[in-house]
Structure formats: structure tokens, C-alpha cells
């Protein structure tokens, strides 16, 4: 088995947490231990995340740095992000916004969006932030599931998503908004919000919302199905600093971009909270994904850590290493990814790249933070995510005729991977579906409905969602095995396989693939890919049919969704939509 050893950089940040006595030592006390909490008593997430940096020396480091769409730049301080935020929080206490009101933000990456998100959970409302790419339908969807109270948006959106479903929104009291059109008159029933900041005072004192109490009502991605609510209370950034520190390798001082829009909860979790808990600077990007612009940023903005996803680094790798070769990224000390299996050859690419493999870690919006992460004290194992975080047990297992559940008999058995419940950031409900909820634990265990194996050294190996493994004559194939190999293929730059009903063998399995620049999608190469998948994986598992695309569909989050694959391939409805990339 392939292993890849620590290269000197990252021996040195190594040093800080190595794996088997992080873990020892450690208790979800011992990493509540490194929070203040409230000075009254009770704990909030944006206390941990600004307010407690605010002052001394302390408030003066640079907690955001923005850079816009248009080459505008914006620091915005410690200090200053507690009073904003503050000021925020006041704006809602004057609206007479009750504690535990559904807060909504639907705008671009824009510095109004976080110190909204960090004054709103200081006031002790349940934040959502949504993708402001989503269309009315799903925005009116959300909202009604949360009973949004306020929203937060621009003037534009508001125009062209929110005015015309503002009848369908009965919950909906405040809309605030911030400029960004010339019309000189305000949407009919808005506010501006930047005039209402201004008049706010920027003390606040923040209500004892206690660790328990609803923060955060997250949507899934959809890859599956339709959009579940996730509920994450306030002890989340317990998880949220502690999983940052070690899955992340992340400092006070660190300069960190996380690409992830605050849309998802990886942009929220890691976008927002656990950098600013650890008093590093976050980098955030305005502008949509641009190869060239990422290489910049990542070298001119001195980044250190970089949290990104398997779609971007796909996306980067079709334009090849020697374009990322022509800078030198000195200060990137560690690089990590979340959100799809991450290709053994997307993390040699890294090394390509910036000198640095590709860290994997595996997590789910329900968990709320890192659960099972390739550490920088570890050597990694390219496919693999690697091992748990301290504090997270988890395991694979299998289900039992009794409606239980018992661990594989053996290493490297598949199963569905588990996690013991008991960690702060746990999602506490799919918010009005209960039962959906109840459904995924059995005993003390929690079921992620996503499939593993564990390997002798305790390394975890995703092989596919549950319901996206393919039976083939007897087989049980994960698509990630058969989409890794034609990675490793030149000409290709994604894959995504399903299982498509045979009459003799159950399903037979079928790869759609798109291309990287420069290669064209003719007939000798689809059958040149069908060989060399075949020689890689076997006539058993290798895909019968390959199909090649000139894009993928994906989620807005990044991921291929092999469902609408499926439902396409056998004219069957595409079921909810909501979150399909329809543009780029
Ligand atoms: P939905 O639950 O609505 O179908 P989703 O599961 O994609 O959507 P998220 O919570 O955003 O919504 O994603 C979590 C899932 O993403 C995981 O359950 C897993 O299937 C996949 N995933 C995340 N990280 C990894 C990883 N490192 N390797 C493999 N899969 C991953
Ligand atoms: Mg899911």
C-alpha cells in the first residue's frame, strides 16, 4: 500500500500534534477548557469567535480580509468585527426580534454577510445563510422550513429572488437590505441595514444563551435527495476550534482561506467560527472559482492553510501543475479537502503543485464539524480519509436482521460508517422531520449512511453512499473505486459512475466522464478508457459502458450528483433540483 511520507514542511507543523497523544489527552472538557465561555456564565459562538480577541493587542490583528470581485480590498479587525457585529445585534434587538428567531442571509461573499451571522448568534437567533445563487423556489423552501424571521440580502436579490415569493413567506417580518443596484428607491418593505448600523450602538451584551441552545439551522447539499435541516446549537464550537486545530493544523496568526461558501456548512463551520476562534485571519474571496486567481491569492495573500474541495482541485488539475509551478506559495504550510472522496491522484497533485500532498477529511453537514481527517502528524494514505479526531469514535458496521447493528468481523470489511453520538457540534434534529431524524441512530450509534472500510493501521476508506453502490453479479461495487481509476487516465478530468439495471446481473456498471482540454471526445477514446479501466479494475467491476460529457452535474457544493446521473440515464424524473450548478 502506498504511504506517503511527511515532507520537511510539514514535519514541522507535525511537531505541535501528534496523533496518538493528542488523542490520549483529550476530553470534550479539556477542549471546552480552551474557550472562555460567557463572562455571566453560558456559552456563545461569536463570544468564542470575536469578542474574546476583541480587546488589547489582541483586537488589533486582522480578522477578515476581503477581496472583492473587483480588486477592492477590505481588513477588518478584531476589534472592529466585535463592534460591527454588536452593532448587528442591536439592529435586531430595535426590530424586537425575539431569541430563537429564524435569522436568513442570502447575499455574495460580502463582509456585511459575516458580521451578520456573527451579530445574530450573539442576539440568539438560529443563523441560516443561503447560496445566493439559489433561485426563489429554493430560498422560499428554506425559509419556510426555518420560519425566517428577518432576512438579510442586497437589493438586487431582493428584486429578482424575494420580491416575487414575498407572499408565499408569511413568516418573513424584516427584510434588511444592502445596496448594491443603482435604483435609487428601496425594494417596497425593506430596510437599508447599513443606516441601521450606523445608529446602533456597538456594545452589546450578549444574552446567556447556554450550550445547548439552537445557532445554526444548516441545509444539507442535496446529493441524495431533497435538502434536510440541520440543527447545531451553540457547544458546536467546542468541536469547531478543537477539529480546526487538529484536522486543520490551524494557529492563531494563521492567514487561512477556506473556499467554501458560508452557504455550507463548511463555510460556516471553517469559513467563519473555528479560524476566528483560534485568532487567525480569514481570507475571503468574492469572486467565483478562477485557476489563475486562486494561484494568486494563494501566493500574494501569503496564505498558510488552505481549506478547499475535490471540485476545485479537479478544476485546477485540468489545467495541469506547471501553471500553479510558476508561483511559489512560501508561507502554505498546509493544505486540506472536504466534501467528495479525494482521488489519489488529486493528492500527489498537490505535491506537484505547492510541495504539500492533499489532506482528506470526511464530515457531514449532521456532524457540523471534521470528524475523520488525515492529520499533519500522519502519514497519509492517498484515497484514504484517514483516522478520527480526538474525542470522535468512530466505526464500521453492519446491520443486523433485529434491526441492530454489530462491528465487521475483519479489517478492510465494508460497512456503514458509524460514529458514537456525543460530540458538541452533532446536529439535535432535521428540523420537522423527526422521525427522519430518529431513523438515523441506532443505540448510541450514529449512522452517516455513507459506507467504509477500516484498515489495519485504523485508517478509514470511503467507498460510496449507500445509496449509490452498484450491484453487479453478486459484486457490491463503490462508484468512488471505479471513478478513482479513470482519474488516473490523462484525458480525464471527472467521472461519475452509477449502476444501471441489467436484466442478468442486477446492474452493470456505467461511467460518465468529461474531459480535460485538448483531448476530444471521439470514439477511440471512449473505447481506449473502457481498456484501460478494465486492466486496472478487473472485468468485474470495470465499467460496461462510458459515456463521455462535456460536464458533469454537480451540486452547488461541489459534488457530482450520480442520482441525476441515474435518473437521466433512465428517463426517470430528476426529483429536487434544488441545488444543481446551473451556470459555470
Ligand atoms: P444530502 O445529504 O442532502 O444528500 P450531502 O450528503 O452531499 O447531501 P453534505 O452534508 O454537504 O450533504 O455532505 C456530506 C457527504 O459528503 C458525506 O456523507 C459524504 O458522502 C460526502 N463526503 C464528504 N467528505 C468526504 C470525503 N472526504 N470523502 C468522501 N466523501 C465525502
Ligand atoms: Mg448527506
Known sequence: MEILRKSHREAQAAVLHDYPSVCAGFSWETARGWLDGLPGGGLNIAHEAVDRHAAGAAGERIAIRWLGKSGTRREIRYRELAELSSRFANVLETLGVARGAGVYLLAGRIPELYLAVLGALKQGAVVTPLFSAFGPDPIATRMTLGEGRVLVTTTSLYRRKVA??????????????????DVEVLPEGTRELGPLLEAASPDYVIPATAPETPALLHFTSGTTGTPKGALHVHQAVVAHHSTARFALDLRAGDIFWCTADPGWVTGTSYGIIAPLSLGATLVIDEAEFEAERWYRILDEEAVSVWYTAPTAVRMMMKGGSERARTRAYPSLRFIASVGEPLNPQAVHWGVEAFGLPIHDNWWQTETGGIMIANFASMDIRPGAMGKPLPGIEAAVLRRLPDG????????????????????????????HEEERYRRCFVGDWYLTGDLARRDPEGYFWFVGRADDMIKSAGHLIGPFEVESALMEHPAVAEVGVIGKPDPVIGEIVKAFVSLKPGHAPDEALRRELLGFARQRLGPAVAPKEIEIQTSLPRTRSGKIMRRLLKARELGLPEGDTSTLETSR
Do not use: C, K, N, Q
Open 404 to 431: 441492530g447493528v454489530e462491528r465487521v468481523a475483519h479489517h478492510d470489511e465494508e460497512g456503514e460508517l458509524a460514529l458514537r453520538v456525543g460530540w458538541p457540534s452533532m446536529f439535535r434534529t432535521y428540523l
Open 164 to 181: 416575487p415569493i414575498r407572499d408565499r413567506l408569511p413568516s418573513l417580518e424584516h427584510v434588511l437590505v444592502i445596496r448594491d443596484d
